[in-house]
């Protein structure tokens, strides 16, 4: 059974910094698009990053993060980091990593199969 793991997140002041990690188990053989969401009070999940392992690895971002988050893997541990710095108040909420094995990997919640619970982000002074 396919398991993700969240961890990491707790309440931080603007323009702190976070690392959120996520423990895969239960794959046979390795996932091929793994990625962050995130959702806040009110609103619908959304994509943040994602992350394709192999000879280029790939990621991409949403707008909204780029050049402040940083989506990478630890293959050795199976774990999937999002490190987030120069954090803002509309970065709060809850924060859930997600994996499938189709061949195209895009932001879209529709596509992803797994999740893990989520782990809640609040950033405030």
């Known amino acids: 059974q396919v398991q993700l793991m969240e961890s990491g997140g707790e309440s931080v002041q603007p323009g702190g910094s976070l690392r959120l990690s996520c423990v895969l188990s239960?794959?046979?053989?390795?996932?091929?698009?793994m990625a962050w969401f995130r959702q806040a009070p009110g609103k619908e999940r959304e994509g943040v990053a994602y992350?394709?392992?192999?000879?280029?690895?790939?990621?991409d971002y949403d707008d909204s993060v780029k050049d402040r988050f940083t989506i990478s893997q630890d293959n050795a541990k199976n774990t999937l980091y999002l490190q987030m710095n120069n954090l803002r108040v509309e970065d709060t909420g809850m924060y859930y990593c997600?994996?499938?094995?189709?061949?195209?990997?895009?932001?879209?919640?529709?596509?992803?199969?797994?999740w893990g619970q989520g782990t809640q982000v609040t950033v405030s002074s």
């Open positions: 997600a994996t499938h094995q189709n061949a195209f990997c895009r932001l879209v919640r529709s596509d992803f199969t797994y």
């Open positions: 239960g794959y046979t053989s390795s996932p091929y698009c």
């Open positions: 992350y394709v392992s192999g000879s280029p690895v790939i990621t």
